[in-house]
């Protein structure tokens, strides 16, 4: 009976076990074979990446959170409009209404897809205030710091996970973060 012995090398950057015999890891790409500063630029290297990532995770999270406010602001006005007026046809109500669930749906959906996430409240939401521009300038100009950050806001997260989305493709190691 023989006894094979077989010898693992330690990935350092991303914890896996490999068996002597591999160049470089299968899931974060770290080259086994390459020179000791080789090795140490490709770990730095890793950790700004994996840093990005988390900071781009960060933002998502914020937009998600953002997309929440921003949809109960939207519903929270029809309650309030509700309170204040005497009676006005179901017509007026509808807009605030839809964007405050679409922008609380998506919401939801940050994690899973947060480009999409981000990209269509941010055009419904341009639409609109383009909409509301052109029955009455006026319209538009009401509320104008709210309009400003909320569309800030939705340009930084869609940024975010853009450059999330292009660091998660280099390898698997990124991906799962």
């Known amino acids: 009976m023989f006894i094979i012995k077989i010898t ?3 990935c350092p950057v991303c914890d896996k076990d490999y068996q002597v015999s591999a160049n470089n890891c299968i899931k974060c790409g770290y080259p086994f074979e390459a020179s000791k500063d080789e090795q140490s630029k490709y770990i730095s290297e890793m950790h700004l990446k994996k840093s990005s990532v988390q900071k781009a995770n960060s933002k998502i999270k914020s937009a998600r959170f953002a997309l929440w406010i ?3 602001l939207f519903v929270l006005s029809v309650v309030f409009q509700i309170f204040q007026s005497v009676s006005l046809p179901l017509e007026y109500y509808l807009p605030n209404l839809f964007f405050g669930l679409i922008f609380i749906g998506f919401g939801f959906l940050t994690y899973r897809l947060p480009i ?4 269509i409240p941010l055009a419904l939401l341009t ?3 383009i909409f509301l521009m052109s029955q ?3 319209l538009f100009f009401r509320g ?3 309009k400003i950050a909320s ?3 939705l340009c930084y ?3 975010a996970a853009i450059d999330s989305q292009n660091l998660r493709k280099e390898n698997e190691y990124l991906e799962n973060l």
């Not at 999409?116 to 990209?119: A, D, G, N, P, Q």
């Open 8 to 10: 693992f090398m330690h």
């Open 70 to 72: 921003i949809g109960g």
């Open 116 to 119: 999409i996430s981000t990209i």
């Open 127 to 129: 639409a609109y205030w």
């Open 136 to 138: 009455d300038l006026s």
């Open 144 to 146: 104008i710091l709210y």
């Open 151 to 153: 569309f800030s806001v």
């Open 157 to 159: 997260a869609l940024y």
